[in-house]
């Protein structure tokens, strides 16, 4: 059984980079494409992007330009940068197994980021 | 951008009864590459319909999904207790991947 966990710090400062961690187990995260989903309090469902398990990457055009995402095979993590956050950016994050880039099958539990000062 | 219009955005009915959820794109939708998810409460989505009618694995055959171009729809035939939640679809079938905004089926 796929299982997948985000890990990060539950409060960051507006204008402070947020880092967050997936980490995967019960399958290897190569030859594969890992989506990173949020949802703002109360909210929809926003994609963030995907990233492949060779690094390439597909980013979300609306927030493209502060997202990094990488990836780390020999920990079988992925991982979400995201610059210079506001409170907009408040929100429940997700990592998801995405099917060949497209619609995710396992998804983890998500962590709520919150962005305050 | 594909953007998705979900409707209704509550539908409010009675354990035993029929749900038909729809879903709307602004562009067609290439190769039906339409999912619908459920939410509960406090729970990550549940990928319930991939390629806008195949069923994933484990999901009971009271869920259908149906449609092409840019209309879909998601059937409940019979609601049953655990079928209460949040629906919503996503359409993969151009970047960026984009959501509907969700409807919530809630008791009557």
């Known amino acids: 059984q796929v299982q997948l966990q985000v890990s990060g710090p539950g409060l960051v400062k507006p204008s402070e980079p947020l880092s967050l961690t997936c980490s995967v187990s019960g399958d290897s995260i190569i030859r594969q494409y890992w989506n990173w989903i949020r949802q703002s309090p109360g909210k929809g469902l926003e994609w963030i992007g995907y990233i492949y398990s060779t690094g390439s990457t597909d980013y979300n055009p609306s927030l493209k330009s502060r997202i990094t995402m990488s990836v780390d095979t020999s920990k079988n993590q992925v991982y979400l940068n995201l610059k210079s956050v506001t409170t907009a950016d408040t929100a429940v994050y997700y990592c998801?197994?995405?099917?060949?880039?497209?619609?995710?099958?396992?998804w983890g539990q998500g962590t709520l980021v919150t962005v305050s000062s | 951008e594909n953007v998705l219009t979900q409707s209704p955005g509550t539908l409010s009915l009675s354990p035993g009864e029929r749900a038909t959820l729809s879903c709307r794109a602004s562009?067609?939708?290439?190769?039906?590459?339409l999912a619908w998810y459920q939410q509960k409460p406090g729970q990550a989505p549940r990928l319930l319909i991939y390629g806008a009618s195949i069923r994933a694995t484990g999901v009971p055959d009271r869920f259908s999904g149906s449609g092409s171009g840019t209309d879909f729809t998601l059937t409940i035939s019979r609601l049953e207790s655990e079928d209460f939640a949040v629906y919503y679809c996503q359409q993969y079938g151009s970047s960026p991947l984009a959501f509907g905004q969700g409807t919530k089926v809630e008791i009557k």
């Open positions: 998801a197994r995405a099917v060949v880039g497209t619609y995710s099958d396992y």
């Open positions: 562009q067609t939708v290439n190769s039906r590459y």
